[in-house]
C-alpha cells in the first residue's frame, strides 16, 4: 500500500532518505507539466525540475505541514523558474542576438497554450488539475492525496474547467484579433 506524502517526509527526516525517491516519481510528471508551461524549453524545464527536487529533498525539515509537500514543492519550483528566467534575461541583455531569441520565445508561446492557461490558474485550481491529467488520479485519488473532502475537489475541478475555457477562448480571440490587423 503506498503511504501519504506526509508518511514518506516523516520517513525521510528520520533518515530513510531512499523514501524521497517515491516522492519524485509520483509527482515528477506533474511538476515537468508545471514548469513547461513556465519555462518552454525542455532542457530548462529538466534543470528546473532536478533542482526543485534538490532544493526539497535539502529542506524536508524545514517543512512545517508534510500533508502539503506537493504544494511546497510547486512553490520551490516556480522560484526556481522566476530564478532562472531572470538568469536567462541577463544572458539575453548581454547578447547581440535578443531579438531573435525573443521572437524564438513568442513562437514557443504559441505552442502552448493550454500549458499557459494551466500555469496560469491560481494554485489550488492548477493542483487539482496537475494531478487529475498530468498524473491521471480519480477524484478520490486527489481528496486523498490533498486531504480534501470529494466533493471539494470535483468543485475545484469544475471552476479550473470553466477558467481554462474563459481563459482559451480569450487568447484565441485576441490572436484573431491581431491576425484580421
Not at 515528477?28 to 527536487?53: C, I, M, N
Not at 510547486?74 to 528566467?85: M, S
Amino acid at each position: 500500500m503506498d503511504l501519504t506524502d506526509k508518511e514518506y517526509v516523516e520517513r525521510c527526516r528520520d533518515g530513510h532518505q531512499e523514501d524521497f525517491r517515491v516522492l519524485v516519481d509520483r509527482y515528477q510528471k506533474p511538476l515537468f507539466a508545471y514548469l513547461a508551461g513556465r519555462l518552454r524549453d525542455g532542457r530548462q524545464v529538466e534543470e528546473a525540475a532536478q533542482e526543485s527536487f534538490v532544493r526539497a529533498f535539502l529542506s524536508l525539515k524545514k517543512l512545517r505541514k508534510p500533508e502539503s509537500f506537493y504544494s511546497w514543492l510547486l512553490g520551490i519550483a516556480g522560484r526556481v523558474a522566476k530564478e532562472q528566467l531572470r538568469s536567462l534575461k541577463h544572458r539575453q541583455q548581454d547578447c547581440e542576438v535578443t531579438e531573435s531569441i525573443m521572437a524564438n520565445a513568442a513562437d514557443r508561446r504559441e505552442d502552448y497554450p493550454l500549458e499557459e492557461a494551466i500555469a496560469a490558474l491560481p494554485e489550488s485550481y492548477r493542483q487539482v488539475i496537475l494531478l487529475r491529467y498530468y498524473e491521471g488520479h480519480s477524484c478520490q485519488e486527489i481528496a486523498t492525496r490533498l486531504d480534501l473532502p470529494l466533493g471539494t475537489v470535483t468543485k475545484t475541478l469544475s471552476r479550473a474547467y470553466a477558467l481554462l475555457r474563459q481563459e482559451l477562448v480569450a487568447r484565441e480571440s485576441a490572436e484573431t484579433t491581431v491576425n484580421q490587423t
